[in-house]
């Protein structure tokens, strides 16, 4: 089961692609995937492997893409890192943070892992900004976390290096770092930029998210199809048995509709802004969909590989885990469930023409 987008990329392109990415991950991954242990730790390897084969900074701007090809690139990447359970803050580096750093008109990084985060900015005794922001994914291997706030009824965004943040370590559900950051910085580092801004940071990751969790799905959903054909009970393998047929279909059919809500959404911001009526509405489906298509899929993955996909020695957990994980970060499905509502609501439109509506 493939986690290639459909769209403009050329299916050749796209296909190797694809393989490119899995390769390399799985190369580098192999023996990592082996190790009974609660998460994947960052692989400076595998990070700079794939900077070196120029699959994590693809120039994603605020200009629309002629083709698409970019978007969809982008997406092939972050999906198959996803399915072969990359750790490390792709997303960040390569959705958000370069973006953030274009948008604030700050020198862009040229190499190393960058996360970004919503902060909390207000002004410190002696002329410096204070910065706070909990909940940064990787920021103790990142090279800079790109924070965005307010401060003083302005959208700001400032880059704070590692000599400059003091980092508290914490983890999410999946054992993956989510630290507390802070730093006192100057004026002169906090960089003014458009309000619309914030609503774009939160649809970049939605849609990250959305297609992160579609890579580690596809994968959990491969590996139960492995398993029961391969697993004997009773004499023959579990796919002879209809309740096991019923939970992988279940899964399997999860899968298929979030697939393609991410799909639609890639090429809609392909094709236009983040911040057009089309492109809201389907980054808010695919981040809806894939949300609650994880419930399902790790529910009916685990059922089917019954205690052993439990236990730190089978790698099922790297995909199931996450995955559960990225259902509530950069907003939970009921927050995009919400938003749906609202623009359908606020649109003056019928359902259909509104699901319908082409990017201007």
């Not at 083709?67 to 072969?84: F, H, K, N, P």
């Not at 949300?291 to 995909?319: E, K, W, Y």
Request: with cysteine.
């Amino acid at each position: 089961m493939t986690t290639e987008p459909v769209g403009r990329l050329d299916a050749d392109d796209a296909r190797s692609l694809r393989d490119l990415t899995s390769n390399i991950c799985d190369d580098v991954l192999a023996e990592a995937l082996t190790v009974p242990a609660p998460a994947l730790p960052f692989v400076p390897a595998l990070w700079d492997a794939l900077e070196d084969a120029g699959l994590l900074r693809m120039g994603l701007s605020d200009e629309p893409d002629a083709d698409g090809g970019g978007w969809e690139a982008a997406a092939i990447v972050l999906a198959e890192a996803a399915r072969s359970g990359a750790p490390g803050p792709l997303m960040e580096t390569s959705f958000i943070s370069e973006w953030l750093l274009n948008r604030a008109r700050v020198r862009p990084v040229d190499r190393g892992p960058l996360t970004t985060a919503r902060a909390a900015f207000s002004n410190a005794p002696g002329g410096g900004v204070h910065v706070n922001a909990a909940r940064v994914p990787w920021a103790r291997i990142s090279q800079h976390t790109v924070v965005l706030g307010s401060l003083d009824g302005h959208t700001v965004v400032a880059v704070l290096d590692p000599s400059e943040k003091y980092v508290v370590e914490h983890a999410n559900a999946a054992f993956q770092p989510r630290e507390t950051v802070t730093a006192v910085i100057t004026v002169a580092d906090v960089h003014e930029v458009d309000a619309s801004t914030t609503d774009e940071w939160l649809l970049r990751g939605a849609l990250g998210r959305a297609i992160q969790t579609r890579g580690a799905l596809a994968r959990a959903v491969e590996m139960s199809i492995d398993h029961v054909r391969q697993r004997r009970q009773f004499g023959r393998t579990l796919t002879a048995f209809q309740a096991v047929q019923q939970l992988l279909a279940a899964a399997a059919s999860e899968l298929a509709v979030a697939t393609s809500a991410v799909d639609v959404a890639v090429s809609q911001i392909a094709s236009g802004d983040f911040t057009s009526r089309p492109a809201v509405l389907a980054i808010s489906a695919a981040k809806s969909q894939t949300s609650r298509a994880a419930t399902t899929v790790v529910r009916n993955c685990h059922q089917l590989h019954g205690a052993i996909g439990m236990t730190l020695d089978h790698p099922l957990r790297h995909f199931t885990m996450p995955a559960l994980a990225w259902r509530n970060e950069f907003g939970n499905q009921n927050l995009w469930d919400d938003r749906i509502g609202r623009l359908a609501a606020d649109s003056g439109r019928s359902a259909w023409d509104l699901l319908t509506e082409k990017t201007r």
